[in-house]
């Protein structure tokens, strides 16, 4: 019985990622494949839901919004101390 083999950019759509991603896991042999003349071809079987991506219901720049800047933390400060322009 033979396995079903896929191409890089049908394993990039089954695990939710680039497939320059698959490519670059597929080179430090993190994903098994077979390269048949120049293309490389995955089995199905070796996608295994661990490397399916998961996607986060926020960005981290929303989580971390709450949080001044730094560029916010030295407006104020300048407030604070009345510099304005370079001047104390």
């Given at each position: ?41 995955v ?5 295994v ?7 986060p ?5 929303v989580?971390?919004?709450s949080?001044?800047?730094k ?18």
């Amino acid at each position: 019985m033979s396995e079903h083999l896929v191409t890089i950019e049908e394993a990039a759509d089954y695990i939710s990622c680039h497939p320059t991603t698959v490519r670059r896991m597929v080179q430090r042999g993190e994903i098994p494949a077979l390269k048949i003349g120049r293309q490389y071809r995955v089995r199905m079987s070796d996608l295994v839901p661990e490397f399916q991506a998961t996607k986060p219901d926020a960005p981290k720049a929303v989580a971390r919004a709450s949080e001044p800047s730094k560029w916010t933390r030295v407006l104020s400060e300048l407030q604070r101390t009345g510099a304005r322009n370079g001047r104390a």
